[in-house]
């Protein structure tokens, strides 16, 4: 009697391009990088990956079989590819998970797809027209040819169920998981060359994020200019790629006069954002919109006080381990900023209730979620038959 062979799970990470879809990347990734120690016996993954994808996370290829997608220079080749090229080399797998949010219109495996945020529908003014009018359609229609839709938050879910009617027994919720700090206390001067004057930021905010509209980087610009007089000595850090605002941010900052204490450095090691959360006053996240936010979760591993708007997913990640303030409110935002600076026991205590709220969101646990959705896709499947 021959043994069952495995059940083969695709991955299309096709959409997938190093450096550009900020969380997106990291959630999607670190997700990949630990669910293989959580897979049943009978699944085995299929990653379909550009070639870059593949030599900045050239661990993917030593777990699983790859497949390398073909080089496309912009979205338009890439929904072909994937419309074309992957329904074809897909047909041997049993299901497929489209992790970048959209379906496949033509596909030849049964679906899953995450969906990172409902954004394109509640926030379309953030969007090019061409791209909103794709993704108004692509997302519902992703929604209903699924057998499941992975989300990252409740919040994302909530706005599937009320947006677009996806039934609750078909939503799961795999958050944004995270490597548990150590504890070593990493220095500023470890990590940067200090003989650099633009290195000694002294107290500063940080915000990682690529500066798109709906981030609203010039808030926290504004905000700095609120707090001065009272915390003049205080600067802003950004990094992540600079992104379509920061021109705006950056001239805002030269209009307010605190341009000599706003330090945009675009996308920086691993190592080098490490310390940089472990040695500023505060992350502050004053985003519009966020499917989870996971600087936010960051900045709780790493024991910096995060003070965060009430945009989307953000309030239930932090919880109570953070300060809140309303969107857009920038003198609610200065105010939050004002008490960490003036209390330290406040962000004492903030980074003590940050480690624990961290705690909760180990990958190793949401891989393990993560790994139980593809176990129930093919339940699901055989159901199905």
């Known amino acids: ?8 799970l695709g991955v299309n990470l096709a959409w997938l391009v190093p450096g550009v879809v900020g969380g997106s990347e990291e959630y999607t990734i670190r997700l990949l990088q630990a669910v293989g120690g959580y897979l049943s016996p009978g699944i085995r993954l299929r990653l379909f990956a550009r070639a870059d994808l593949l030599a900045t996370y050239p661990d993917l290829g030593g777990q699983f079989e790859t497949v390398e997608v073909p080089a496309t220079t912009s979205k338009v080749a890439r929904i072909a590819v994937e419309n074309s090229w992957l329904a074809v080399r897909t047909r041997q797998s049993d299901a497929v998970h489209h992790a970048g949010g959209t379906v496949p219109f033509l596909r030849t495996a049964p679906a899953i797809v995450t969906i990172h945020d409902l954004q394109p529908l509640d926030l379309p003014e953030n969007f090019h027209p061409a ?39 078909k939503l799961r919720v795999v958050p944004h998981g995270h490597n548990p700090a150590s504890g070593q206390t990493l220095d500023l001067r470890d990590v940067l060359d200090l003989s650099n004057p633009e290195a000694r930021y002294g107290r500063y905010l940080l915000y990682p994020a690529i500066a798109y509209a709906h981030k609203r980087h010039i808030d926290l610009v ?27 941010v950056l001239a805002e900052a030269e209009r307010l006069g605190v341009a000599e204490r706003v330090h945009a450095l675009g996308r920086v090691p691993a190592a080098e954002l490490e310390a940089l959360y472990r040695s500023a006053v ?56 004002g008490k960490v600076l003036a209390d330290p026991l406040l962000a004492d205590d903030l980074r003590r209730r940050g480690f624990d709220r961290a705690a909760r969101f180990d990958v190793g646990i949401a891989a393990w979620r993560l790994a139980e959705v593809y176990r129930e896709v093919f339940e699901v499947r055989r159901r199905a038959r």
């Not at 993704?135 to 919040?155: G, N, T």
Request: glycine share 10%; net charge neutral.
């Open 131 to 169: 791209k909103r009018r794709w993704l108004q359609r692509a997302i519902p229609a992703a929604a209903k040819a699924a057998r499941l839709v992975i989300c990252p938050s409740h919040f994302t879910a909530s706005r599937l169920h009320e947006r677009l009617g996806v039934p609750g027994d």
């Open 282 to 337: 505060a992350m502050v996240f004053p985003s519009g919109y966020e499917g989870f936010g996971n600087p936010a979760l960051e900045a709780m591993n790493f024991g910096c006080p995060a003070i965060v708007s009430d945009g989307g997913a953000l309030p239930e990640v932090v919880e109570d381990a953070g300060l809140t303030f309303p969107v857009g409110n920038v003198g609610a935002m200065a105010a939050a900023i």
């Open 1 to 8: 009697m021959s043994a069952r062979r495995p059940s083969v």
């Open 222 to 248: 504004r905000a700095l200019d609120v707090l001065d007089g009272q915390f003049d000595d205080v600067a802003v850090v950004f990094t992540g790629r600079a992104g379509p605002e920061m021109p705006a």
